[in-house]
């Protein structure tokens, strides 16, 4: 099986041949600019001291400091980060924004770890790397298992080493601590655009399409929140312990309710209990992945029925799967677009901390919305004149941006 970075150069290998890329161009792409390792001791409860093994990948600054997320896991591998900061680099450069890709992890699991060692895991990520952050370098974020608050004490911690008040140098920070409105539901926002841009296309009509969504935390959560707001017909939800499906339509203001009361949307009166496997095979207009990667194969791949997919989760379809819907017809808003929508509000937290601006939320939005539907439409137009998928009509938007500006 492929490693995250096999699969990722495999992707800049197809936009590449679409782009008749140079050797030179291809050779600048399959390398990151660096790739930092550290070592962070840490003084435990117990007294012992612990080393933990952080990483942070630069890939690609052409566009403008390198961006992307901290995550704390106990898989966190040098691939995969590198890999991660690969699609930053792409999904940055697809949406236009003016930030190059990067993304950090540490090997941990911070379940494990007491709030005074995972703060101090915190500070000591910073110590060792501060000298390769800043906001015109590169910018963190929150990522799997990292928050506001652990975002919070980086931003300290930064400030402490360089001795110089930054705070553009990591985003997803508390809106008190100059955070962005918008930013806990940027994501599902986002994806909510691509589906009203999505639905013009394929000629949806809210009332009329039905919807699936797999995972029901802070992306899928508010996914559906919104979409039935906007009149969207959700027929089936689903999270770690199971799914629940009504044909007629699930009502999701009572269902998060349920959700937070219960832990989980399975057995939610009047609706039919669906496995997850199900919900995937479900006839439905739109299909929306928003749990964990690889959930869509090539063991499932041809019993998926569903008109479209929108990723909202990252890598949920597998390469192989990917060509089979593709043979299918299934339309596939790929996740560099979809789930754009967080690291676009971050990109606005940036600049509102450099100019010192706080913006309401409703200028975030409407600055979201412009910036979603412009993509869409780019990457779109970009898939009928090549006569390829989203996922590829992305990657050759976005290495365009890159190839040009290098
Ligand atoms: P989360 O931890 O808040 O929620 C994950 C949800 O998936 C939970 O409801 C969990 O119960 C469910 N889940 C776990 N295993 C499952 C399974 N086997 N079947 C069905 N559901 C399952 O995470 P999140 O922040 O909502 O992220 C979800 C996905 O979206 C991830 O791929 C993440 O990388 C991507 N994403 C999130 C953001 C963001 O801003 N939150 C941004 C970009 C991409």
Redesign the pocket.
Known sequence: MNTPFQNAMEQLKKAGEIMKLTEEQFARLSHPDRVIEVSIPVLMDSGETQIFIGYRAQYNNVLGPYKGGIRYHWGVTYDEVKALSFWMTIKCAALGLPLGGGKGGVIVDPKKLSKHELEQLSRGYVQKLWRYLGSDIDVPA???YTNGEIMGWMRDEFEKCSGKKDPGVITGKPVSEGGSEVREY???QGGVYCVEELSEKKGFIPENTTIAV????????YMAEILSQKGYRIVAV????G?VYAPEGINIATLKEYKRTHG?VANFPDTQHIS?EE?LQLPVDILIP????S?ITAENAEKITARTILE?????TTPEADEILSKKGIVIVP?VLA?????TVSCFEWQQNITGEHWTAEVVLSKLETAMKHAFGDIWNTSEEYHISLRKAAFVRAIKQITDKM
Do not use: I, M, R, Y
């Open positions: 929150p990522d799997v940027a994501t599902a797999q995972g029901f935390g802070n992306a899928g959560s689903s999270d770690s312990k799914g989980s997850n919900l928003a749990a964990l990667e959930v909202l989760a990252n890598g949920p996740d789930n754009a929508g967080g690291v």
